[in-house]
């Protein structure tokens, strides 16, 4: 299995009352009330620094993405961070390690292109290890941040990846006359390293527009679920029966999952420890209604009723429109939202996961919420020297092919990785 | 009272196959529905005595292809959308009567071809923006708010009349869904500030017009009444008191003989 260390960037300071009135944490916390640039400038330092750490200790791969105006996570350009990571691996030796990118929005940025040139300079800078994450985005990004209208969103994202495709392939000057973005004359410099270019991850939740459009182009998807592997099931499932549908194999690399993970001592000292930066996670940074993150026109209407008609059966826990601030920490652990726990207990609890799930690529959050520094690195280090080495074993006994990963990374070998790690 | 009939009617501008609601007799008059979807409610029915009422669903909306609305990419097709419908129903000159969104609508078409429409009557319109009373962002908006900006007086039998759920669980859900989908359909036209021009094209008004608005709206404040009044030529401002953003549901009493005496006048 590929590892990723997935980083949100939090605010990791916001005041024990928050969200206080506000009706969401995404766009209505106000600035100048909450946030401080000081602050910030370690928050960005700190977490490039933690997936620093990761790359050194052997993870496949470490990712960053793209949010607007909230405290859960701003990094505005993931490319920003991206293109600092590339030139720090390469620098330290690192280059390993694959730039999962989850990543920036083409359907927010216009022109899309400029992403099929960030992209490129990423993989050229890294030498053709970057992952190139396709997100739809979210509304509340999308749509209220930036102010692309709801129900052309999907039709603009489709329409961006088509054009950056040909923009980084195509061996003839063209000109695109689209229904969003029209562009006299389109040589694109650079291109990638990655020939023909680098792979695409399709970041999603439950729209089944999403799957479809993945195994109809035969693109890995990755489950940005944050109620754990407990309540995927469902989600997964219809995942690989709409495969199966499709005639698609049953392959764990088509699948990605996202994971936060909490690793100490034991199980006890772990959920000391975590307990409080899990509950800053689900009750202050997930603070958000469902009209922000998916506003009228933003899901198709066959997804829309699909949801609505299967209820809460279909998502069971794993809906963002409950209240999670009746949970506390230790249910949010019991029920696995997070895993949190010794080395074996976290370790058993993946291994099961990614096996039922039938994932290949695993990212795990190993800073969220309020957790500092210090405590954000001893996570990683743990993870990193105990738990990842067992993980990066599975499906290696299978047949499989992984084309879904940067083609220079993929026959990295046991050895390679004791390696990295020693 | 009139059965209402829906009429298909294939427009060759964007491909669209518009669908046209009507029922009752006498000279044509059109309905133009809101953001929330079509509704055919008492005041709508009250029309129908005097009115052969023809009320097209909005591209996405009501008895339309849910993804019609993805053919028509611009206030400018929709524009030609409703011109072709007219021609089709052999509408020469002819009362408009619109709601929210629909009175928006209503002063698109009525700028673009003012010999087209005789009459207009305005319930509480968006398309024009003042930054000291925006426009609430009814988009983003929990139901329970959504519902608290609609209506002054949630507990009047007119009010819980209207936001009556059917029964079945699953008519419900599709109920929903509808709702929702119109919002996006008519959305598309009004993102992210219902502000597409309006302003500079309301001078090319001829019809005569009332502009009738519920005195406490919270969704689009009355002061917008003036802004319409300022702009359309042969206009006049009927406000309701104690009333929210749709007057024909919360003072049907009221707003249906206004409407009436003005339209034979």
Same mark, same amino acid.
């Given at each position: ?20 009135? *506000?009706?969401?944490?995404? %766009? ?65 030796? *690192? ?52 102010? %692309? ?16 495709? /040909? ?15 029209? *562009?006299? /004359? ?6 990638? %390293? ?84 899990? +509950?800053?996670?689900?009750? /202050? ?19 829309? @009723? ?50 039922? @799930? ?5 990212? %795990? ?16 280090? *743990?993870?990193?020297? +105990? ?19 940067? /083609? ?15 | ?6 009429? #298909? ?38 029309? =129908? ?14 008895? =339309? ?6 053919? $028509? ?30 009175? &928006? &609508? ?14 207009? $009557? ?16 009814? &988009?983003? &908006? ?6 608290? #900006? ?19 669980? !699953? ?14 359909? #008519? ?11 309006? !302003? ?8 005569? #017009? ?12 009355? $002061?917008?009444? !003036? ?13 309701? !008191? ?24």
């Amino acid at each position: 299995m590929k590892v990723t260390m997935f980083h949100f960037m939090p605010y990791r300071d916001l005041p024990e009352d928050f969200p206080r009135g *506000l009706a969401s944490a995404w %766009v209505d916390a106000p600035w100048w009330e909450y946030g401080d640039a000081n602050k910030v400038t370690d928050y960005y330092n700190w977490s490039i620094d933690e997936l620093m750490l990761a790359a050194k200790l052997g993870f496949d791969g470490i990712g960053t993405n793209e949010h607007h105006q909230n405290p859960y996570g701003f990094m505005c350009n993931p490319n920003l961070f991206g293109a600092i990571l590339a030139k720090m691996t390469r620098d330290q030796g *690192l280059d390993h390690v694959a730039l999962v990118q989850l990543g920036a929005t083409v359907a927010a940025t216009s022109p899309p292109i400029r992403i099929a040139e960030e992209y490129a300079v990423l993989d050229c800078i890294s030498g053709g290890r970057l992952v190139a994450g396709i997100p739809l985005g979210l509304g509340c990004d999308a749509n209220i941040s930036y102010g %692309v209208t709801p129900i052309e969103q999907r039709e603009r994202w489709r329409e961006a990846v088509d054009l950056m495709l /040909k923009a980084w392939t195509a061996k003839e000057f063209f000109a695109w006359n689209g229904k969003h973005y029209q *562009l006299p /004359k389109v040589n694109l410099w650079p291109r990638p %390293v990655q020939d023909p270019h680098p792979p695409l991850l399709v970041p999603g939740t439950v729209s089944s527009s999403t799957w479809d459009y993945c195994h109809d182009r035969n693109l890995p998807f990755a489950y940005l679920s944050y109620f754990g592997g407990k309540s995927a099931d469902n989600v997964m499932d219809r995942f690989w029966e709409r495969a199966a549908a499709k005639g698609k194999d049953a392959n764990p690399y088509r699948a990605s999952f996202l994971q936060l993970v909490g690793v100490a001592e034991t199980d006890r000292q772990a959920e000391e420890e975590y307990a409080k930066h899990v +509950e800053y996670f689900y009750h /202050k940074l997930l603070h958000q209604p469902t009209y922000q993150i998916a506003p009228p026109g933003y899901s198709d209407y066959k997804s829309l @009723l699909n949801v609505l008609v299967s209820g809460k059966n279909f998502l069971q826990i794993g809906d963002l429109s409950i209240d999670l601030k009746p949970f506390k920490a230790k249910d949010m652990i019991e029920k696995e939202f997070v895993v949190v726990g010794s080395p074996a207990t976290v370790r058993d609890k993946l291994e099961a996961m990614a096996k039922r @799930l039938n994932v290949g690529h695993l990212m %795990v959050a190993l800073q969220f919420g309020s957790m500092p520094h210090g405590r954000a690195k001893k996570n990683i280090d *743990l993870f990193g020297r +105990e738990v990842l080495p067992h993980l990066q074993t599975i499906w290696e006994d299978q047949k499989w092919e992984n084309p879904w990963w940067p /083609k220079r990374l993929r026959n990295r070998t046991v050895k390679q990785r004791e390696f990295a790690t020693a | 009272m009139a059965t209402p009939s829906i009429k #298909t009617i294939p427009i060759r501008h964007c491909n669209f196959e518009a669908k046209v609601k009507t029922a009752g007799s006498g000279p044509p008059l059109v309905y133009l529905h809101a953001a929330g979807g079509p509704i055919w409610d008492p005041f709508v029915e009250g029309l =129908t005595e005097r009115y052969t009422v023809y009320a097209p669903h909005h591209p996405g909306t009501g008895e =339309t292809a849910r993804d019609s609305i993805h053919a $028509v990419d611009s206030l400018w097709d929709l524009v030609l959308i409703y011109d072709e419908i007219f021609d089709a129903l052999d509408l020469g000159s002819v009362p408009i009567v619109g709601t929210s969104f629909g009175g &928006m &609508m209503a002063c698109e078409l009525a700028a673009h071809r003012p010999e087209r429409v005789s009459q207009m $009557v305005l319930l509480d319109p968006i398309g024009l923006w003042r930054d000291d009373a925006p426009v609430a962002p009814y &988009m983003l &908006m929990p139901p329970e708010k959504l519902v608290a #900006t609609l209506y002054k007086n949630l507990g009047s039998p007119a009010v819980q009349a209207a936001l009556k759920m059917p029964d079945d669980p !699953k008519a419900i859900a599709v109920g929903i869904a509808d709702l929702v989908w119109s919002l996006g359909a #008519t959305g598309k036209f009004v993102w992210p500030i219902p502000d597409k021009g309006l !302003k500079k094209r309301l001078h090319r008004v001829k019809a005569d #017009t009332l502009i009738i608005w519920g005195d406490d709206d919270a969704l689009i404040s009355s $002061v917008y009444a !003036k802004e319409f009044a300022d702009r359309i030529v042969n206009s006049r401002i009927e406000i309701i !008191k104690d009333c929210g953003h749709v007057p024909q549901v919360e003072r049907l009493e009221a707003v249906a003989p206004l409407v009436t005496n003005f339209l034979h006048a």
